[in-house]
């Protein structure tokens, strides 16, 4: 029998499947552009067959054969259970408190899992500007749990964002309550550097996993908020099966792999 | 109505300066992008665009001095490329004004419109800057009538006492769609995804369809479940086959890879875009000519979709 974890295998694929495992069997699933499609299908075709891919354009339970390059993508029609539109997604789905866990990403993320998808710097003169909410802030009010993806640097995890496309936890434990969010949360933010979850008291993120070849304290350092990392371990490897299944079957044209 | 069907430049001639305009699709999917060039041909100014998810639609818009304001949730071509390169330089330069919202706060500022009414309530947008933020000055808003007289407002359920977030209708002059089939007397056929389009279409004062295909009415009416938009709310309907082209139509044709490279990378640059301008809009006399000058058949036959899965499964996506 060949050997359970893989010696061989990039960033972004320890991320897809960082991203696969956060999905349970049967979850509704609400993923966007990008690793969160790499993970959903990861997910589809490895632990949870029957997890439902819902993409906010239109589709539920897309049975992809090929990896989209947009949640408005015509793959996405593939043997789904229903194609509609925006509205009948965000409202009788979203809403409706039918989502178990959406997937965002964004240029900043701060301690308490906001995120910044709109500008850098003062809103009416930004010194960057980005493509905007999207579907990312109703996600993140709406869905029972989100987990959300981040390319791990200083300056894109800093104390407070510059501007909330997507609300976290707000400010701690009451944040979303008092901001009238009545459910919902960052579960997780898998970064290029490992995995951060949040505290269930004070809601700041702190270090849960630190990838293969790094250590907490180097993870740490390269963090613009003070990031706890007591208890921290290694990120759970990446198995063969999951990498063959990535490389062969989920992107073999190497859409979002390099 | 035989009156209903008319030429592209025709029906972009219909369109003011100043216009409030809502277009269909979805990031790489479904744009009138056959409309958008003539738009640009015809130098329309000042136009205040609608959207959810607008892509390169709305990027080369905005590059080309259309556009004054706009009010949308996103703006990209997804993996083909991250927030058009036009856009973003015209925020960062101050030279349009903007509001952003969520998708699914503006599809429901769409939905308003189409059903009727002043406004919808949401639970989305809480807790967030696109709340606390306004994008408009107040000079603005209080300079046109039509820009509705606040981003939002909040209120409490008489019913159950929550907070809930109110969106206001868009009434636009124009919405412009592209759909795959149109009957005879004017009915809208959808096939697949129908994004914000119904709800964009039936809010707007007047609709403009633009078509792959126009077919016999009754070939539609002998579906009549499958059809989204009824005859008397289409006021125009023109033919133009790969109307969207370089965005992807489902069960007809597929996005254009070459097409989005070319146009990102030349976005980049003020003077390599306006050669592109030159090139693909105002270069070209008409759409048909546009086909032409990226490549007529040759590049279009390698985006046609398989009958099955409406798209091509072998196109190659990454150049």
Not at chain 1, 79 to 95: C, H, P, V
Not at chain 1, 154 to 167: A, F, G, N, Q, W
Not at chain 2, 52 to 75: F, M, N, Q, T
Request: with cysteine; aromatic share 8%.
């Amino acid at each position: 029998m060949s050997q359970k974890y893989s010696e061989d295998y990039t960033l972004t694929e320890l991320m897809a499947v960082s991203a696969a495992r956060e999905i349970k069997d049967k979850e509704i699933v609400f993923a966007g552009t990008g690793l969160p499609m790499l993970g959903s299908m990861l997910a589809q075709h490895t632990h949870a067959p029957k997890c439902v891919i819902i993409f906010e354009a239109g589709t539920v339970d897309s049975q992809l054969a090929h990896l989209p390059m947009s949640v408005g993508d015509s793959r996405a029609m593939r043997l789904a259970s229903t194609a509609a539109g925006l509205f009948e997604i965000f409202t009788t789905i979203l809403q409706a408190g039918h989502v178990d866990v959406g997937f965002l990403s964004g240029a900043q993320i701060d301690a308490y899992g906001n995120i910044n998808a709109t500008s850098i710097g003062d809103y009416h003169r930004p010194a960057v500007r980005f493509t905007g909410s999207g579907g990312s802030g109703d996600i993140a009010c709406l869905s029972k749990r989100t987990v959300i993806m981040a390319r791990h640097e200083k300056r894109r995890l800093p104390e407070r964002v510059d501007y909330v496309t997507s609300p976290g936890w707000i400010d701690g434990p009451e944040g979303r309550k008092r901001s009238n969010l009545d459910w919902g949360g960052p579960a997780a933010i898998v970064t290029t550097m490992g995995i951060l979850r949040f505290d269930d008291k004070t809601r700041r993120a702190y270090l849960a996993s630190y990838h293969p070849g790094l250590t907490p304290e180097g993870v740490r350092d390269n963090t613009g908020f003070e990031l706890g990392i007591t208890g921290a371990t290694e990120t759970e490897r990446p198995t063969t099966e999951e990498i063959r299944m990535l490389r062969d079957v989920v992107d073999p044209e190497r859409i979002f792999l390099q | 109505m035989p009156e209903k069907f008319t030429s592209l430049q025709e029906a972009v001639s219909m369109v003011p300066d100043g216009a409030h305009i809502a277009f269909g699709g979805f990031t790489v999917q479904r744009h009138p992008m056959a409309f958008i060039y003539e738009l640009i041909r015809q130098k329309k100014r000042n136009l205040h665009v609608y959207g959810h998810s607008p892509g390169g639609d709305l990027d080369i818009l905005i590059g080309a001095g259309c556009v004054s304001r706009i009010e949308i949730a996103y703006e990209a071509d997804e993996a083909f490329g991250t927030i058009g390169p036009r856009m973003r330089r015209a925020i960062e330069r101050g030279t349009i004004e903007w509001e952003d919202y969520s998708n699914f706060g503006m599809v429901l500022r769409f939905s308003a419109g189409a059903l009727g009414l002043p406004f919808l309530p949401t639970k989305t947008m809480f807790g967030s800057d696109l709340l606390k933020r306004e994008g408009f000055p107040q000079s603005s808003r209080a300079g046109d009538p039509k820009i509705a007289s606040a981003k939002y407002h909040t209120m409490e359920c008489p019913f159950t006492h929550e907070n809930l977030v109110l969106v206001p209708a868009i009434k636009a002059d124009f919405c412009v769609l592209h759909a795959q089939q149109v009957g005879s007397d004017g009915t809208v056929r959808i096939h697949g995804q129908s994004f914000g389009d119904v709800q964009e279409a039936l809010g707007a004062r007047t609709l403009i369809v633009t078509c792959e295909e126009i077919v016999d009415a009754n070939q539609l009416r002998a579906e009549p479940e499958r059809n989204q938009i009824p005859f008397f709310r289409v006021h125009h309907v023109v033919h133009v086959p790969y109307g969207a082209h370089p965005s992807a139509c489902y069960k007809c044709y597929d996005y254009d890879p070459e097409q989005l490279a070319i146009y990102h990378e030349r976005a980049k640059d003020d003077k390599t875009f306006k050669s592109y301008l030159d090139e693909f809009v105002h270069g070209v006399k008409d759409h048909k000519a546009y086909l032409e000058r990226i490549g007529g058949a040759k590049r279009l036959d390698k985006l046609t979709a398989d009958a099955t899965l409406g798209y091509n499964p072998t196109l190659k996506r990454r150049l």
